[in-house]
């Protein structure tokens, strides 16, 4: 019995070591993304002040260990056998949530999964004793009774911690929105002259905050601090503040004053260590906290040498002082995975995507909802402009009014935001995720620090007309996804939970397979996310390369047309629905390209500062008839699915006969068109429209074959409609493909005559 329980805590230690992996991923958006954003420094910089951060931060964790042991259930109303089975059910359920939403991309919440996961696991056992009518020790000590499902869990502090996560989106939001627009009004956009008056003042401020609650704060959880010195902290708190505040005042007032030093960028870096720093001290029970407490809760066990299922755990509610060195061990898995890790990236990019200062192409639509908000909130602030006096509006309005981008700089190389929102995005969140800390309150640091971006990103009127319903679409569904990270951790832990109860050494086994499954499955999603980014950085339009990236943008969308079109007329044909539903992929990947070129029209264009407005204007016919050709794709793969998907009747010989010599007079037809755009030999174009007229007389033909069929009553409806759409469609796609094919000589012989 002792083997398999050491086998059961080793596997914890396991989990949490790929739970601190996959929880980094997660939480690196956390304390990089402000940084990063405004490219402060070069990411290399702003990963080794995180790791440091990290580091010191792990230390100051300890006082938090206590959530996982006694935060949300009472351990004293369970045996050392059922508590096992909530830990190892909370570990599972832990790293499968948070991979599956690396995998998407999408931020949530580590300690709201650790919360509920615990919740779910615990009411879960709790229940499985209550209907079993199992007696459980009670808080009087020594009376037995069948306890009520109030009595197992920590119904109070459940309650406090999980009020405090919701509180904290609003607070961060709030405060966030408020700090950010007395920043802007103070400092402007064109902050440069103002902060050699006063910014080393605001410099000082910001750090003495992060001072006053990272070390006075902070230093009550740390692990490697005497209560002599811990006291003497907590005595001179006013002191050490102001001197903190005079020294630093000072201190970046000389270095601006003699080395021209940036004080934002002071600001930043240590508003990057301080949040790296709380991320670590506040985050780190939910990867260690489930592990720590079952391997006390197995020396408690082994001490006492009773079953199982006969020792209450009311030992591991006391207060238990983690080693440094398990700490310092943590910290390092973390800082190791920050460096390496690539979903880290995705996550961070979700962040920045909504935070970003300009509009472009935005990952979320939009959504009723948001409309609502952005109609309402717009109605609001004209009436507000209405009844403020006139000079206040201009005066307000200057304060943010956004210099023009410089030319000379590339895309990538622009910041997302400013110094300004980057230090205010920093000091807020660390301040608030340090007085949770403070507090022992397990404060979600993913909703602290995105909701303060979101807040700091509104007031810097970020969310234009232009991009508004679309961000806060993003918001909405990023909040939407916590609240599914609460439902789904809770519910899993609660049916993980069952089944190792009732499966014993099996149930281990199975769900591990699970477990790991799962996990490689989102890894092979991960990676081809990867791939499909990187296609898309291929495709990314510079000026020096717009004519080779156009016509090999053209050219490759025109091979898949020629295939898809190909493939679709002989699955049609054959009645394979599931070749169709390959075709059906394929269309809606081409599509989403197509769309992406777009997109990122506007882009293209401002990188054509140098050209004629003709020039700009044949690139955006290129795009708008290869979008084009996608749609008329579409418009003919669904119908012949849904028709093969219903069992309608298959087409006749005749029918079949005419598609296939359309077929081959459409690959011939696309091949030629390939070979004139790769080779530039656009004299041949009245050749190309010669093909095209051929061609379209064809299934002119056809087309009144088929009417002849349909009055002589050969065919039925559907069959009709299916097969007059697929020669419309041919139709449009000849017309579009040689108006593409037009725009693009136009805008290649424009481009290289100038």
């Known amino acids: 019995m002792e083997n398999y329980y050491i086998l059961i805590v080793a596997l914890l230690f396991i989990l949490a070591i790929s739970d601190l992996i996959v929880g980094v991923s997660n939480d690196a958006v956390n304390f990089l993304n402000s940084a990063i954003g405004a490219k402060a420094a070069p990411v290399k910089v702003i990963m080794i002040i995180a790791t440091l951060g990290i580091i010191v931060g792990a230390t100051f964790s300890n006082g938090m260990m206590e959530v996982a042991r006694k935060g949300i259930f009472n351990p004293q109303h369970f045996f050392f056998a059922e508590i096992m089975v909530i830990f190892l059910a909370v570990m599972m359920t832990d790293i499968i949530l948070l991979d599956t939403f690396n995998t998407l991309g999408l931020p949530t919440s580590t300690t709201v999964s650790i919360v509920f996961e615990l919740l779910g696991a615990a009411v879960a056992v709790s229940t499985i004793k209550l209907m079993a ?57 064109r902050y440069k002259k103002r902060m050699k008056y006063y910014g080393a003042i605001w410099g000082g401020l910001a750090i003495s905050a992060i001072t006053f609650f990272i070390l006075i704060k902070g230093s009550k959880g740390a692990s490697f601090m005497s209560g002599d010195t811990k006291d003497w902290i907590s005595d001179n708190t006013m002191f050490i503040l102001a001197v903190s505040f005079i020294a630093w005042t000072v201190l970046l007032y000389l270095l601006n004053l003699l080395v021209k030093i940036n004080i934002l960028k002071i600001i930043v870096f240590v508003g990057t260590f301080a949040l790296a720093m709380a991320f670590a001290g506040n985050d780190l029970v939910n990867f260690i906290g489930v592990p720590l407490a079952g391997y006390e809760s197995f020396k408690v066990w082994i001490a006492s040498g009773a079953s199982p299922e006969g020792l209450s755990m009311g030992a591991i509610a006391g207060k238990v002082q983690t080693e440094t060195y398990m700490l310092l061990l943590a910290g390092l898995i973390m800082t190791l995975t920050l460096w390496f890790s690539k979903k880290a990236k995705a996550v961070i990019k979700t962040s920045l995507d909504l935070s970003r200062q300009d509009e472009g192409e935005e990952r979320f639509g939009s959504s009723a909802i948001a409309r609502g908000i952005v109609r309402s909130n717009s109605r609001a602030f004209k009436k507000i402009e209405k009844i403020t006096p006139a000079r206040l509006n201009i005066f307000v309005q200057k304060q943010f009014e956004i210099p023009k981008k410089p030319k000379n700089v590339a895309e990538n190389d622009l910041p997302a935001f400013d110094m300004i929102r980057a230090s205010v995005n920093l000091v807020v969140a660390s301040i608030l995720i340090s007085i949770g800390t ?317």
């Open 133 to 189: 009518g199992d007696q459980v020790i009670t808080l009087e000590g020594g009376g037995e009774k069948i306890a009520e499902l109030v009595d197992y869990i920590n119904t109070g502090k459940a309650m406090l911690i999980i009020f405090g996560i919701l509180l904290s989106v609003v607070v961060a939001f709030s405060v966030g929105a408020i700090v950010q627009y007395i920043s802007r009004l103070l400092f402007s956009f």
């Open 438 to 754: 403070s507090f022992k309150l397990p404060l979600s640091t993913t909703y602290v620090t995105f909701m303060v971006a979101m807040g700091t990103s509104l007031s810097d009127r970020a969310w234009g007309r232009d991009s508004a319903v679309y961000r806060i679409t993003g918001v909405i569904s990023v909040i939407g996804g916590w609240f599914l990270t609460a439902l789904s951790a809770f519910t899993v832990a609660f049916v993980v939970a069952i089944v190792l109860y009732f499966g014993g050494a099996a149930a281990i086994g199975v769900l591990l397979i699970i477990a790991l499954f799962l996990i490689y499955t989102s890894h092979k999603a991960s990676k081809k996310k990867e791939k499909e980014k990187e296609d898309k950085k291929e495709e990314e339009v510079l000026d020096s390369n717009i004519v080779d990236k156009c016509t090999y943008n053209v050219t490759d969308s025109l091979t898949s047309i020629r295939s898809l079109y190909s493939k679709y007329i002989v699955d049609l044909t054959n009645e394979d629905r599931k070749q169709l539903k390959e075709v059906i992929k394929g269309v809606a990947a081409l599509n989403e390209r197509t769309k992406y070129l777009k997109d990122n029209v506007y882009k293209t264009i401002n990188k054509l500062q140098n050209d004629p407005v003709d020039s700009s204007h044949y690139y955006v016919q290129v795009l708008d008839f290869l979008r084009e050709t996608a749609h008329c794709l579409n418009y003919m793969a669904k119908p012949g699915y849904e028709y093969v998907s219903n069992n309608h009747p298959q087409l006749i010989e005749v029918q079949v006969a005419e598609l296939e010599h359309v077929k081959v007079g459409f690959i011939k037809f696309f091949n030629a068109m390939i070979d004139v755009i790769e080779n530039h030999r656009y004299e041949d174009v009245s050749k190309m429209i010669e093909m095209q007229q051929e061609l379209m007389r064809e299934t002119k033909s056809y087309r009144k074959n088929q009417i002849r069929r349909v009055k002589n009553e050969t065919l039925g409806t559907r069959n009709s409609m299916l097969y007059l759409s697929f020669l419309h469609e041919t139709k449009n796609l000849l017309l579009h493909s040689v108006n593409l094919l037009k725009a693009q000589r136009d805008f290649v012989e424009f481009r290289r005559g100038n």
